[in-house]
């Protein structure tokens, strides 16, 4: 990245303006996702003869199988997305193209037709896919390597992705009551072609972040196919990519029930690629220091499915226990339960700052902030939050409904635990990542999130099974220790950042080998 360039960026409130172009669009591809996944399990299970229009007229399982699907696939195009913007187009491009995508998904899901309404939703995960990922490397682009304001910008941009979220579930709800469901797809749409025309103005402030990687950095780029038939020389990696591949065709197809198990088979042999992929990339990055970078930034995604594996609780089970089991009566009047789904995102936009402060006050007095320390630290917090869901069930086993305020602390844990985390993964993946391989990694980090959902929901449907009881004590238990884990082993874990986050604040360019994406 070209330093002088990164320099001269016109700034405004002490960030440079081409966040706050990246955080418009954001906010409305997020207005878009969320407002669209907000009606999405209602639409499916609603009747042909719901007053809001004909719904799908699915069952409840059917609905919530597909919608683990959408919610897992929408993260995990993010691989190939990553791909395409590292190997052909750059990110820059990549989100446009996502962002078109997404326009034409969203409208399409308008049109009141079954084929419409599959089209649309292939459309939506393709365009995620291509902009997440790639959205979120340009972010770290803006700053220079030693940048402190880095950490940061990413908090701020994670407000624009919450206030795209807040503001979708509570419009797109009322204009779903007044005009019914495809109104509700067709305002996603409009939010999209929002962003789109805030990414294609901004532009003027992209110049010089999310173009393709530069000749230099490209010259030892190794090709994907060449990366494969490597892996087809190399024998450890290929038996261990072969087993795999035949282990995800046993359990997926065979092992596991259900009318999508071949789903799970074809994932996990998707997934086996990847790996081998990682393998090769990793056995060609140019230096140990490149190569521990990598190996920290995949092993940090361990950290990464546990945390959304536990927090996605939030739109099933939890979901579940405001609408079934809380008393929700306040002042004469019920609480609406989809309410509580937007207490994350009012948190995160009242918090975001303050917990980067928190942070940043921490790294200046050289206390323990490394992300590593953030990212378990957050899961704790988070994990913590459902102890909350432990005194809600008791109050609900004593006294037949338990009280708002459980949920709502669970909630603010719950917050306060992402703000910790998730923002700071964001960063932490742009500084680590081997520049040629940025967007790839922003793809695996996504596709780690889209697991956790996946993990979230097999929770959850297991949780009838279970208890209530047993499933949020032992989500706390889990959290808890694994956290303390990572946090027992930050020494080692640091050592393979090669002191990646020790330069930041400092104008010492001669951090190890630092790259920048
Ligand atoms: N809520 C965040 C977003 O929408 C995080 C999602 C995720 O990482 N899976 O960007």
Redesign the pocket.
């Known amino acids: 990245m070209d330093q002088q360039a990164l320099e001269s960026q016109e700034q405004l409130w002490g960030h440079p303006k081409g966040l706050y172009v990246l955080f418009m669009t954001e906010m409305w591809e997020?207005f878009s996702?969320?407002g669209m996944r907000g009606l999405l399990t209602i639409y499916m299970a609603a009747e042909l003869s719901d007053a809001r229009g004909a719904g799908l007229g699915w069952t409840d399982a059917e609905s919530l199988k597909l919608y683990g699907w959408y919610t897992m696939l929408v993260?995990v195009m993010s691989i190939p997305g990553g791909l395409i913007a590292d190997k052909l187009i750059g990110q820059k491009k990549s989100v446009l193209i996502g962002a078109i995508i997404l326009v034409a998904g969203h409208g399409v899901l308008a049109i009141d037709a079954t084929w419409a309404f599959f089209t649309g939703l292939i459309l939506v995960i393709l365009g995620v896919g291509m902009l997440?990922p790639n959205i979120s490397t340009m972010v770290g682009g803006l700053y220079s390597k030693n940048d402190i304001r880095r950490d940061k910008g990413f908090s701020i941009f994670?407000i624009g992705?919450?206030l795209g979220?807040l503001i979708a579930t509570t419009v797109v709800g009322l204009v779903v009551l007044k005009w019914g469901w495809h109104a509700g797809f067709g305002l996603a749409g409009i939010g999209m072609a929002l962003g789109l025309i805030v990414y294609i103005y901004g532009q003027k402030y992209l110049t010089h972040v999310g173009n393709k990687t530069n000749e230099v950095e490209m010259k030892d780029q190794v090709k994907l196919t060449q990366l494969f038939s490597e892996l087809v020389g190399s024998p450890v990696p290929l038996a261990i990519v072969t087993g795999l591949i035949a282990a995800s065709i046993y359990f997926g197809g065979f092992v596991m029930t259900g009318i999508d198990h071949w789903g799970y088979a074809i994932l996990f042999v998707f997934l086996s690629f990847v790996v081998g992929m990682l393998m090769m990339i990793y056995k060609n990055l140019r230096s140990q220091i490149e190569k521990d970078r990598f190996l920290v930034v995949l092993l940090s995604f361990f950290l990464v499915i546990v945390f959304?594996g536990a927090f996605e609780q939030a739109g099933g089970l939890m979901n579940l226990y405001a609408e079934d089991k809380t008393d929700r009566m306040l002042l004469g009047w019920q609480v609406p339960t989809i309410w509580f789904q937007s207490l994350n995102a009012g948190f995160i936009i009242l918090f975001a700052v303050m917990v980067a402060n928190f942070w940043a006050n921490r790294k200046m007095k050289s206390k323990e902030a490394s992300s590593l320390f953030k990212m378990a630290t957050g899961t704790i917090i988070m994990g913590l939050g459902f102890v909350f869901m432990v005194f809600a069930v008791r109050d609900h086993q004593a006294n037949g409904s338990s009280a708002m305020y459980w949920l709502v602390l669970a909630y603010f844990f719950h917050t306060i635990g992402e703000l910790c985390s998730?923002p700071v993964s964001l960063s932490f993946v742009t500084k680590l990542a081997p520049v040629r391989y940025a967007s790839l990694m922003m793809g695996l980090y996504?596709a780690s999130?889209?697991l956790?959902?996946k993990v979230a929901g097999l929770i959850g449907e297991n949780a009838s099974h279970f208890g209530d009881y047993t499933i949020f004590a032992g989500i706390v238990v889990f959290t808890v220790i694994f956290g303390l884990g990572v946090i027992a082993l930050l020494k080692p874990l640091k050592r393979l950042t090669h002191g990646a986050e020790d330069k930041e604040g400092s104008t010492d360019d001669e951090a190890e080998g630092f790259e920048l994406a």
């Open positions: 997020r996702y969320y993260y997440k994670y992705i919450n979220s959304w998730s996504f999130t889209g956790g959902n």
